[in-house]
């Protein structure tokens, strides 16, 4: 019975971490847009690549791939 409890627990501790990470990675796709677009427009590709990397984005290395 308390390996059942346990395990119980376990599941929804790593639920609320999914949801809290996805919920963060989409709040930091509606910041990183404007401010990436301003520096590619500006040719600043060099803190384009930084603000990339400093966010939680799930397409984060993608992005920066991308950028060089």
Same mark, same amino acid.
Request: charge should be positive; charged fraction near 15%.
């Given at each position: 019975?308390?390996? /059942? /409890? !346990?395990?119980?627990?376990m599941v929804v501790a790593i639920a609320i971490e999914r949801y809290l990470y996805y919920r963060q990675a989409a709040t930091d796709h509606n910041k990183l847009l404007p401010e990436l677009t301003t520096r590619l427009n500006s040719n600043d590709l @060099?803190? @384009?690549?930084?603000? !990339?990397?400093?966010c939680r984005w799930c397409y984060r290395q993608d992005v920066v791939a991308w950028i060089r």
């Open positions: 019975m308390y390996p /059942l /409890l !346990v395990c119980s627990f @060099g803190r @384009g690549t930084e603000i !990339v990397r400093q």
